[in-house]
């Protein structure tokens, strides 16, 4: 994944944890951005990357706002840890 598509999607997730209103409008931006981070992992980190897309669609899934921040907090700080690693 690109660094600039790397920003995009840890900006966009923030702005739904910070907002959970705008959940609708960012999930189509957020989804492809998604699916290219679990396509683009590298050997070893598949299963973080897999994590990471689990937790933020969880935020997507649940209508309790509760449990979207518990989730999307989640996957934005294993996004963090895995953007470190993969931008070593």
Do not use: R, W
Not at 3 to 27: F, G, K, R
Not at 48 to 64: C, E, L, V
Request: charged share 20%; hydrophobic share 40%; glycine share 4%.
């Amino acid at each position: 994944m690109e660094q600039q598509n790397q920003q995009t999607l840890t900006n966009l997730v923030y702005d739904i944890y910070e907002n959970p209103t705008l959940i609708e409008e960012h999930q189509v931006l957020i989804n492809p951005l998604l699916s290219d981070l679990v396509a683009t992992a590298p050997a070893g980190l598949e299963g973080m990357a897999t994590m990471i897309n689990t937790h933020i669609s969880n935020g997507f899934k649940f209508k309790n706002p509760k449990i979207q921040k518990f989730e999307l907090e989640s996957g934005l700080l294993k996004l963090k840890t895995y953007f470190q690693k993969i931008n070593l």
